[in-house]
T-cell receptor, first 113, second 112 residues
Framework: LAKTTQPISMDSYEGQEVNITCSHNNIATNDYITWYQQFPSQGPRFIIQ???TKVTNEVASLFIPADRKSSTLSLPRVSLSDTAVYYC??????????????FGGGTRVLVKP | NAGVTQTPKFRVLKTGQSMTLLCAQD?????MYWYRQDPGMGLRLIHYSVGEGTTAKGEVPDGYNVSRLKKQNFLLGLESAAPSQTSVYFC???????????FGEGSRLTVL
């Protein structure tokens, strides 16, 4: 599993856009980039997954440059309820990743009123 | 549709006691996983299963055993609990095709 580096924490205010960048310099050809959100006392929840360029869903956007050595999760117009820890995972699909599906420390996002 | 259900939600054990955590999923998923999460840390993979009757070691398997006798259930056992196993345990499942992991709500275990 490619090693990932993301900021430990970020603060933002309601209504702002939050961008969290994850570095993964040794990403492999078959690796996908997946982001999860975790609220206190809950299990992580899938947000978005991508391979290259840009992916958008109803919750977030994921920007992946051509070299795929980093990716940016973008949360538009955050609210207080977006306060959570966000994890970036880089690896092959679970079928191939096997025992490599381990989460790093994540980015703790605090949204202030 | 309950998704992934873990029981019990909370448990306190004394050192040396044994216990089993049960994970049940109703999505007919092939893949199931057990993670532990220590305070302020990410999730570390303990064991996983790619199908009924199969199990494999993850990153931190020592002190734990697992079984997958039925496709919908994945059991995590502690034969002789130690204080170092105090943690929150999460179960997850996946259909083996798409990348999304579905997690349970967690089981908080304290070993005194």
């Amino acid at each position: 599993l490619a090693k990932t580096t993301q900021p430990i924490s970020m603060d933002s205010y309601e209504g702002q856009e939050v961008n969290i960048t994850c570095s993964h310099n040794n990403i492999a050809t078959n690796d996908y980039i997946t982001w999860y959100q975790q609220f206190p006392s809950q299990g992580p929840r899938f947000i978005i997954q991508g391979y290259k360029t840009k992916v958008t869903n109803e919750v977030a956007s994921l920007f992946i440059p051509a070299d795929r050595k980093s990716s940016t999760l973008s949360l538009p117009r955050v609210s207080l309820s977006d306060t959570a820890v966000y994890y970036c995972l880089v690896g092959d699909r679970p079928k191939a990743a096997g025992n490599k599906l381990t989460f790093g420390g994540g980015t703790r996002v605090l949204v202030k009123p | 549709n309950a998704g992934v259900t873990q029981t019990p939600k909370f448990r306190v054990l004394k050192t040396g006691q044994s216990m089993t955590l049960l994970c049940a999923q109703d999505m007919n998923h092939e893949y199931m996983y057990w993670y532990r999460q220590d305070p302020g840390m990410g999730l570390r993979l303990i064991h996983y299963s790619v199908g009924e009757g199969t199990t494999a070691k993850g990153e931190v398997p020592d002190g734990y055993n697992v079984s997958r006798l039925k496709k919908q259930n994945f059991l995590l056992g502690l034969e002789s609990a130690a204080p170092s196993q105090t943690s929150v345990y999460f179960c997850a499942s996946n259909n083996g095709v798409e990348g999304e992991l579905f997690f349970g709500e967690g089981s908080r275990l304290t070993v005194l």
